[in-house]
């Protein structure tokens, strides 16, 4: 099992920060969310001997694409070809560090009326094929991920989450507190392309973000898994949860 951690954690730091503070603590991967100072765009404008930095430490390295206000299931194309665009400058600078892979969100729905919902489905997926192809040409993985068990969003459920990654052709990140908001969580566990994992703790309800045994998800569900990112807020949280994670994969 590879453990890793979400960048979320340590916002506001600077790359070699991440990778020093990952290493010291025994991390071998770890998953830059690409918002605010991590915006691709601004990092793609930087010094790119600044960028050199990755390839000095032994850590593998994921993108979480931006997401905030961005919608490539959004009515307006627009939107969408806004969405394309920086999902393709998540996967340039994906390529220029040496990451292996680019996760992302599958978009969402306001409106609950079938022929509406189907139609912003279908261009989710459309602008995620593209960008799908896209990694596919420059070498990187390109990786959809479930959304809480809630109407507005897509793949909240297991069967479109597998739909949405087939017919993109690309990977599926399984954000298991996600899947913890869903009656089905171990129906996520079963699809066949599944490329990493984004843990965390809740309820049950909501996407609470809490450290592993705090809230009610079966770990017996984490053993034997092979990627696995820790996404909490708070760094000390993560070192806990690795711990449990480590101690739970004794045997594995
Ligand atoms: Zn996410």
């Not at 949405?164 to 507190?177: E, I, M, N, P, S």
């Not at 450290?211 to 696995?228: A, D, F, Q």
Request: charged residues 25%.
């Amino acid at each position: 099992m590879k453990i890793g951690f979400s960048t979320l954690a340590l916002f506001m730091n600077s790359f070699e920060k991440f990778l020093e503070k990952g290493s010291e603590d025994g991390f071998n991967l770890m998953e830059i969310l690409c918002e605010g100072p991590y915006w691709p765009r601004n990092v793609m404008s930087m010094d790119k001997g600044e960028l050199e930095v990755f390839s000095s430490y032994d850590m593998e390295v994921y993108l979480h694409s931006p997401t905030i206000d961005l919608n490539p299931a959004s009515l307006n194309p627009g939107i969408r070809n806004e969405t394309l665009l920086q999902l393709k400058e998540t996967i340039d600078l994906a390529a220029e560090i040496g990451s292996e892979a680019v996760t992302t969100h599958p978009g969402m729905i306001h409106r609950l009326e079938d022929r509406i919902r189907l139609l912003a489905m279908e261009y989710a997926i459309e602008t995620l094929q593209s960008a799908s192809e896209y990694a596919n040409e420059r070498g990187i993985k390109f990786s959809i991920e479930n959304m809480p068990g809630r109407s507005v969003y897509f793949c909240n459920n297991s069967l479109e989450h597998q739909n949405f990654t087939k017919r993109c052709q690309c990977h599926a990140t399984l954000d298991v507190g996600h899947a913890n908001t869903t009656q089905d969580v171990e129906s996520f566990f079963k699809m066949n392309n599944i490329l990493y994992y984004h843990i965390s703790d809740n309820n049950g309800e909501k996407d609470e973000h809490l450290s592993l045994g705090e809230g009610k998800l079966n770990l017996n569900l984490l053993k034997g898994l092979k990627n696995v990112i820790i996404e909490l807020n708070d760094y000390n949280n993560i070192l806990k949860s690795r711990d449990i994670l480590l101690n739970l994969n004794k045997n594995y």
